[in-house]
């Protein structure tokens, strides 16, 4: 899979937040990215995560560093139209001590797709006081089976909220898991 379009505002840019695909953030941002990569979600923990693990391609990276605060959802569409393909994208945010943002991710499959499996994985940790909204919706068609996993760490007084919209015509398997790592978490 590839990038169509990315934006960031420069405002959000000039206080380091980092916006892009998974893909040049591994590259680019390479210490940022390695200590959380399939750390909230292990590659091992069943067949499938170890085959999205070998073979994700696409999906995004969102960094928010300490005390900086998105007042304006930051989101990416997830796009398909591809007959018999695996379809992986992997989100990973990262939202750094006082920090808050909320993401909204769409995924949507048109045109006549054959079968094809989404395997997903989105991976969130917040971080002491740190506050994420996390919004996806999955809109794909009746001969999509739909694979997500979606697993945050929170720490100490820090929160996730998930907002899930599973609205796929065809079979959806859902974890989506908060593992509250402090005091005050939630």
Same mark, same amino acid.
């Given at each position: 899979?590839?990038?169509? +379009?990315?934006?960031?505002?420069?405002?959000?840019?000039?206080?380091?937040?980092?916006?892009?695909?998974?893909?040049?953030?591994?590259?680019?941002?390479?210490?940022?990215?390695?200590? !959380?990569?399939?750390?909230?979600?292990?590659?091992?923990?069943?067949?499938?995560?170890?085959?999205?693990?070998?073979?994700?391609?696409?999906?995004?990276?969102? !960094?928010?560093?300490?005390?900086?605060?998105?007042?304006?959802?930051?989101?990416?569409?997830?796009?398909?139209?591809?007959?018999?393909?695996?379809?992986?994208?992997?989100?990973?945010?990262?939202?750094?001590?006082?920090?808050?943002?909320? +993401? #909204?991710?769409? +995924?949507?499959?048109?045109?006549?797709?054959?079968?094809?499996?989404?395997?997903?994985?989105?991976?969130?940790?917040?971080?002491?006081?740190?506050?994420?909204? !996390?919004?996806?919706?999955?809109?794909?068609?009746?001969?999509?089976?739909?694979?997500? !996993?979606?697993?945050?760490?929170?720490?100490?007084?820090?929160? #996730?909220?998930?907002?899930?919209?599973?609205?796929?015509?065809?079979?959806?398997?859902?974890?989506?898991?908060?593992?509250?790592?402090?005091?005050?978490?939630?």
């Amino acid at each position: 899979s590839g990038v169509v +379009y990315t934006s960031l505002d420069s405002k959000w840019a000039e206080q380091g937040v980092i916006f892009t695909d998974l893909h040049t953030a591994a590259r680019e941002h390479g210490e940022l990215v390695k200590p !959380y990569l399939m750390k909230a979600v292990n590659k091992d923990e069943n067949k499938l995560t170890a085959l999205h693990a070998a073979l994700w391609s696409g999906g995004a990276f969102l !960094y928010v560093p300490r005390n900086v605060q998105i007042d304006v959802p930051i989101q990416a569409l997830f796009f398909t139209s591809e007959k018999n393909a695996l379809f992986a994208p992997h989100i990973l945010v990262v939202a750094e001590e006082n920090s808050s943002v909320t +993401y #909204v991710d769409n +995924y949507v499959s048109a045109g006549e797709t054959g079968e094809l499996v989404h395997n997903g994985i989105a991976e969130v940790f917040v971080k002491p006081g740190a506050k994420v909204q !996390y919004s996806t919706i999955h809109n794909l068609g009746e001969k999509v089976t739909d694979l997500s !996993y979606r697993r945050a760490i929170v720490e100490n007084d820090g929160s #996730v909220d998930w907002i899930i919209g599973e609205m796929s015509e065809g079979n959806s398997m859902s974890d989506t898991t908060s593992l509250l790592k402090g005091n005050g978490s939630f």
